[in-house]
Every structure is written in structure tokens, then in C-alpha cells.
């Protein structure tokens, strides 16, 4: 894994020196996404320079050196990722005339943009990339991101100068950098406690998943404007999940699983492919155990595997791996990681990230990450099942809002659902904050039923109570300055061209009801896919990894395996209230039933409790009064109100709070100009 960084300035105003010391600057910024090799090229006359750092993980000689020629020298690359059926490709190009001089997947991409095209070479590969291409010939940029988002790049254009990497850091690197806020993404990231459709910065984006960006540096129109181009999709989720439709799976659910199988081997198969020391995150859950078990398959000897575990026993999953590595037989490590441990990561997140990313698991895995890297240098991850396979408790939560399996919680709870029914809306909404106020109290529990009891009644049906359960703030206009929020329903920015997407008025009916669950909860799996898989758990694994320069490779997500799975009838996914029935049954061949079949196990740390101990101080001094005013993001009152409530324990805001803390803590990290 690596990184990439470069800029294209129309005015063309630099020497090639000063083209070559500014991208090297740049690429600089990376260096722990590629500290083994480092390297810069230029074209001054067409204001054109790249920059790169290595990760060295095929090709180890001098060959693998980026940025990269083609052999006919019309094309510059340079690539971050990796491609996986390289060496298929490679004897295509070979046959039709193309020669090579080492083995590195990136001379198969330089060589195949040069005989194919880049859009039809890009279609050909299966991998993880992000990817800068000069085409000298057309003198034009084109950037190019992976299907699922497992890699970042961001682009920006400030003036006469496009600036493209892999993290905010390299564009900051560069003089034309403008740091200006947008407010439009704080709120969304206050919403989601992630980013996805937007950056922190105006000028600023990130490429979508499956997508390209190309600048011709000849288009006057273009760079008459501020505007940064459009994005042209070459895969599109949505239509594979159309195309799952029209044209789904036809066998039974036996060839199901088989095909599955095969896939997945195959899939874990080509991610085991490596000239460096080869591992995999396990946490004993589903996911990662079954990529476990499919590389122990394909090994002549003990795989190895990593997993922490933490002193708080509601947060430790090492128990779990432990009996699935001892079934399998792999060569495990395992660390129990003590709070003073975890609290120490906290100081590295705005760095590591860029951005703010509120999402605390980041910590966790960041420290697995870290324990994995003393040993090896790529570690594959199951990330990915729960949005395929409908894994999520909420998928299932949503349609139930008396989920619970306490028979006599359920009960108070209907009962409590009547009596509010007969209340006016305001008398309700009363009663809540009423009771929000009481969770303290020694009747607490009886008060935040009446507090869900109360939203329940006030959600619009499975749509509304899903989006509810994804957010973090809601009345943004009441928290950030300057922001109108339009409350406007964010799952419906799934396509209205397949009802059964739409997430507004395009699924509605009984929950209840299979066939509508079934819309609903493909639904959800959908937008998850599109949002919130590259917006938080990839960037999360990306960031993490490569802070320690571990590559992190998730075959889960081979998009052969995706559109496979979006294939599937949903009652191969589903199974009463539980989802990845087919994942379990793949497992089931290789893992006792008893080893994973358990509730799920969240890949958290107790943030409530941190902030409330040793964490206080350190929050107080982000979000105190007369820093949030002068600041002028935030408005005090709401942030101040839940402080208060949760340092008294009347309600657990720690999600809330995060969010704005990890905020203020990028802001300190990257004030600005």
C-alpha cells in the first residue's frame, strides 16, 4: 500500500525544479503510508507533477518504483492498492505485444492504460486502487477511485491549481491550499459522526466509489470556473443491485453456499499473494473468522492472527478469537490493552485521519493494527459482511421498535406505548424530555422506556426509525452556526429509478410483512453500502493501517462477491430475526457452530465512561464556553446542556459528544490560516 500526491496548474508558471521539490513535499506528508521508497516526476511545460511513497509489497527491487512510464512513454501513473489478478492481465498484454520489465501490478496498469484505454483496463482488474494518470498524447489528468472505496483520494481545485493525494495532509503541503470550512459538512458529520459525500474543506472532495475524474488541461471552460469537475462512474452499485434483480441467482440455496465458497476462497486466495509477512485481524465473529478459516485452507502452515482484547469484559472479544484460532490452528497474538493504553491512541486521531471521525472504534483499530505490524506487514479483515448479508442489528431493529429479548420489558413497554398513545403530541414530547431528565434516578430505567415509547410514536414508520437510529444530532440548525438544517430525509439519495431503492415513498406497507421487510431492509443495506461502508469502516481500516504503514486487504468486498451476493434471494440472507444465514452456513464447513454463533460483540471502547473519568479534562477544555464562542462553529448551549447531563449520568450522550470532541480536536490539530 502507498500513497499518492500531485498537482496540475494551468498557468504553468515553474521551473521543473520547483515542480519536483513542491510534489515531493507533498508526497512527503505520506511517508507512513510508504516508507520504503519515495519518488517524484514532472512535466513543467504542462504544469504536471506527481509524487509517491512505497509501500514495498510485490516486487521489491527497483522495478515496483513509482511514478511509473509506459514503455511507449505516453503514460505517467502512480497507484495506491493493489491488483489482484495482475498476473492474467499480464499474459493478455504480453500476447498483444507489450513488454515488461519486472513484476509489479503497477506496470500491468501503466501497460494496459497504454493498450486498452484506462476505463477498459480498469474494468478488466479486480483489486483496491486509487490511481493518478497523465496521458501526454490527450495532455490530460485522470483520477480514478476503487468500486467499494477501500482507498481514499481527494481532489481540489483552488484558482489555476488542481491538487490531488491520498489524505488532506499532502494538499495542505501545497502554497494554493485554502483551508476554509464548510459548514454543510459539519452538520453532515455531526448527523453520522463519519463523512462521505463531502469534505471538511470548501474546494475539497473525495472521489466517489467507482468513479473518475478527468481534467483537460486545454479546456478553457474549465478552468475559467471554480468548479471541480465531474465525477463519471465506471462501475455502478446501484445497477448491480438492479441487475440482482432482473437477473438474480437461480439455483438452490445448497449451490448458494457452494458458490459462495468458491468465490470467497478465491477471493481470500488472490489477497494471500504478497513478497512480505502476511497476517489477518480475527475477532471470532462471522466475518473474520470465515476469512480466516479460507486462508488457513489455502496455507501450507499456521496462518498468523492478531486480536486485543480490553480489561472491560462487555468490550472484549479476545475469548472468541481465541477458540476460533485454537480450532484453526493458527499462530496467534493476542493483547489485552489496558485503558491507559487506548487513551494514549486518542492524541493521534486528528492526524491520523485528517478530518473529523467520530466513530471510537478507530481506537481499537488502530491498535490492532499497531500489534499486527510487528509482525507483518499486510492483514486481511472481514469487512464488508454486515452490509452484504444484512448482518446488522438495526436492520432488524428498525422494523420492530419493541425488539428486546426481555419478554417482560417488551410488555411494560406496549404498555407504556398505549398510555402515551391517548396524549396529545406535545403533551408527549413533554413527558420525554421529562424523562430523559429522571434516567438518573432510581426509576430510570421505567423513564427511558417512556422516552422510547414517546420517539417510537413520533417516528413515521421503519425509514424514519432507521435514519433516527444512524444519527447522532438532529436540530442542526440549533447546534451549528450558520447552518440551515433542512431535516430532509438522507436515504433518499438512493436511486428513484428501481422503486425498490428508494427509501422516501418507494417502500411502504406492513413491516410486518415479508415482502415489504425484505424492500425495507435491502433498502438500508443499500444506502449502508453507498454511505456509510466507504464513509466510516473503510476510512477507519485505511487510516488506521496505514498510520502504522500496514496494508489492510478486505475480500469480503471482491466486487465479484458483491454483485454475487446482491444476486441472492433475501431469505438467503435472512433467517427469522438474524442475518448472513448463507455466511454462517460457509463458516459451518470450517468452524463448530458453537465457536461464532453468539451475539454480536461491538468493536468498541467504553467512551461514556472515559469522559466522565479520565477523559474529563480533556473534553472541558475543547468544549468550554468561551471557546465554542470564539470559535464560532458551534452553539454552546445544546453542546453545554449534555455535557452536564452526561457528567451527572442522567443520559449517556458519549455518541454526541464524541462527535463534537473529535471536532474540536482536529480544529486545535489544523487551525486556521
Known amino acids: 500500500m502507498c500513497g499518492l500526491a500531485g498537482f496540475l496548474n494551468v498557468s504553468r508558471n515553474q521551473t521543473a525544479d520547483q515542480v519536483l521539490s513542491l510534489v515531493g513535499r507533498m508526497a512527503d506528508t505520506l511517508r507512513h503510508r510508504g516508507p520504503d521508497d519515495g519518488g517524484t516526476w514532472c512535466d513543467a511545460r504542462a504544469g504536471i507533477g506527481l509524487g509517491f511513497r512505497r509501500l514495498s509489497i510485490l516486487d521489491l527491487s527497483p522495478m515496483g518504483h513509482q511514478p511509473m512510464i509506459s514503455s ?51 474494468k478488466r482488474c479486480l483489486g483496491m486502487f486509487a490511481i493518478a494518470a497523465w496521458d501526454h498524447q490527450r495532455q490530460e489528468l485522470t483520477l480514478i477511485r476503487d468500486r467499494l472505496g477501500k482507498k481514499p483520494l481527494y481532489v481540489a481545485k483552488f484558482g489555476p491549481t488542481v491538487l490531488f493525494g491520498s489524505e488532506l495532509k499532502a494538499l495542505r503541503a501545497h502554497p494554493a491550499f485554502r483551508d476554509e470550512i464548510n459548514r454543510e459538512a459539519i452538520g453532515e458529520f455531526l448527523r453520522q459522526s463519519y463523512l462521505s459525500s463531502q469534505s471538511i474543506y470548501r474546494n475539497v472532495m473525495p472521489l466517489r466509489p467507482g468513479s473518475s475524474v478527468t481534467i483537460k488541461l486545454n479546456d478553457d471552460q474549465y478552468w475559467s470556473n471554480s468548479m471541480i469537475p465531474g465525477q463519471q462512474e465506471y462501475w455502478d452499485f446501484r445497477r448491480v443491485v438492479s441487475n440482482g434483480k432482473t437477473q438474480p441467482f437461480t439455483g438452490n440455496y445448497d449451490e448458494a453456499v457452494e458458490r459462495l465458497d468458491q468465490l470467497l476462497t478465491d477471493a481470500v486466495g488472490r489477497r494471500m499473494v504478497a513478497d512480505v509477512p502476511l497476517g489477518a485481524f480475527l475477532s471470532g465473529g462471522i466475518d473474520s473468522s470465515l476469512v480466516v478459516a479460507l486462508m488457513q485452507k489455502q496455507s501450507s502452515r499456521p496462518v498468523k492472527t492478531f486480536t486485543i482484547g480490553f480489561e472491560e469484559k462487555a468490550y472484549n472479544e479476545a475469548p472468541f478469537a481465541r477458540k476460533v484460532a485454537s480450532h484453526l490452528k493458527t499462530d496467534h497474538t493476542e493483547l489485552i490493552v489496558t485503558s491507559k493504553e487506548a487513551l494514549e491512541v486518542i492524541p493521534l486521531l486528528p492526524q491520523l485521519f485528517d478530518e473529523p471521525f467520530g466513530d471510537s472504534s478507530e481506537i481499537p483499530t488502530y491498535l490492532v493494527s499497531h500489534l499486527a505490524r510487528r509482525y507483518v506487514t499486510v492483514a486481511l479483515s472481514g469487512d464488508g459482511g454486515d452490509e452484504l448479508f444484512c448482518g446488522y442489528r438495526r436492520y432488524f431493529e428498525a422494523l420492530d421498535p419493541f425488539s428486546t429479548s426481555d419478554s417482560t420489558t417488551r410488555s411494560a413497554f406496549l404498555r407504556i406505548v398505549r ?53 447522532h444530532w438532529r436540530d442542526l440548525d440549533k447546534v451549528v452556526i450558520a447552518m440551515s438544517d433542512t431535516d430532509r430525509d438522507r436515504l433518499e439519495l438512493l436511486s428513484d429509478e428501481d422503486p425498490s431503492l428508494s427509501l422516501g415513498s418507494g417502500v411502504s406497507g ?15 443495506q443499500a444506502y449502508d453500502t453507498l454511505n456509510y461502508l466507504p464513509g466510516d469502516i473503510l476510512t477507519k481500516v485505511d487510516r488506521a493501517s496505514m498510520g502504522v504503514s500496514l496494508e489492510a486487504r478486505t475480500p469480503l468486498l471482491d466486487h465479484r462477491v458483491v454483485e454475487f451476493a446482491w444476486s441472492l434471494p433475501h431469505a438467503f440472507k435472512v433467517q427469522g430475526r438474524s442475518g448472513k444465514r448463507i455466511l454462517r452456513d460457509v463458516l459451518a464447513r470450517y468452524v463448530p457452530r458453537e465457536l461464532f454463533e453468539r451475539p454480536k460483540v461491538g468493536f468498541g471502547v467504553p467512551i461514556g465512561d472515559w469522559l466522565r473519568g479520565p477523559l474529563r479534562d480533556w473534553a472541558e477544555n475543547l468544549i468550554n464556553e468561551p471557546r465554542l464562542k470564539s470559535e464560532g462553529f458551534f452553539h454552546p448551549g445544546p453542546i453545554r446542556q449534555k455535557w452536564a447531563e452526561h457528567l451527572q449520568g442522567r443520559t449517556d450522550w458519549c455518541y454526541l459528544l464524541w462527535d463534537v470532541l473529535t471536532f474540536q480536536a482536529w480544529l486545535e490539530k489544523y487551525p486556521l490560516a
Open 419 to 471: 398510555v402515551l398513545h391517548s396524549m396529545p403530541p406535545f403533551v408527549r414530547t413533554s413527558f420525554g424530555r421529562a424523562c430523559q431528565v429522571a434516567g438518573c434516578l432510581p426509576f430510570g430505567r421505567l423513564a427511558t422506556l417512556f422516552l422510547r415509547a414517546s420517539e417510537v410514536l413520533n417516528e413515521k414508520g421503519p425509514n424514519d426509525r432507521y435514519l433516527r437510529n444512524m444519527s
Open 72 to 122: 511507449c512513454g505516453r503514460f505517467v501513473i502512480a497507484f495506491n492498492g493493489e491488483i489482484y489478478n495482475h498476473d492474467e492481465l499480464r499474459i493478455e498484454l504480453a500476447a498483444e505485444g507489450r513488454s515488461f520489465r519486472g513484476r509489479s501490478d503497477t506496470e500491468v496498469l501503466v501497460e494496459g492504460f497504454a493498450k486498452w484505454g484506462i476505463e477498459p483496463t480498469i
Open 510 to 524: 406492513d413491516p410486518n410483512d415479508a415482502t415489504t421487510s425484505e424492500r425495507f431492509q435491502q433498502s438500508w
